[in-house]
Nanobody, 125 residues
C-alpha cells in the first residue's frame, strides 16, 4: 500500500509563494512518475504538474507554466511543488498522486492510482 501525505498549504496574499510537499511511503514511490492536481469548489480536479520517476522530465499545465515548479527527492520519498506569483484563482485543494505506470509524466487523471488527502491553498487578493 502506498500512502501520500501533502503539506505546506495555507493562506497567502496574491503575488506570494508557497512550497507544497508530498511525502510518500513504500518502496515503490521512487519508481513512478508523480503529479500535482488541484480542485476548487464546484470545479473538477485539474492537472497542474507532473515529473518523471527519475526527475529528469517535467510537464506543466498552461496555468502553472512559468510560475509552478515540480521537483522530487527520491532518497527522501518527497515530491515538491514550488508555487510563485500566486493568484486568487489558484485557490483550491492541492493533491499529489502517483502514476500507475513507469512512463512519461502525464496530465491524465486516470493514469494515477494513489492520491493524498489534499492540502488547502488560499490566495487572497
Amino acid at each position: 500500500q502506498v500512502q501520500l501525505v501533502e503539506s505546506g498549504g495555507g493562506l497567502v496574499q496574491a503575488g506570494g509563494s508557497l512550497r507544497l510537499s508530498c511525502s510518500g511511503s513504500g518502496r515503490t514511490f521512487s519508481n513512478y512518475p508523480m503529479g500535482w492536481f488541484r480542485q476548487a469548489p464546484g470545479k473538477e480536479r485539474e492537472f497542474e504538474a507532473a515529473i518523471s520517476w527519475r526527475g529528469d522530465s517535467t510537464y506543466s499545465s498552461a496555468s502553472a507554466e512559468g510560475r509552478f515548479t515540480i521537483s522530487r527527492d527520491n532518497a527522501k520519498n518527497v515530491v515538491f511543488l514550488q508555487m510563485n506569483d500566486l493568484k486568487p484563482e489558484d485557490t483550491a485543494v492541492y493533491y499529489c498522486a502517483r502514476g500507475r505506470w513507469r512512463g512519461n509524466p502525464t496530465s491524465n487523471l486516470a493514469a494515477y492510482d494513489y492520491w493524498g488527502q489534499g492540502t488547502q491553498v488560499t490566495v487572497s487578493s
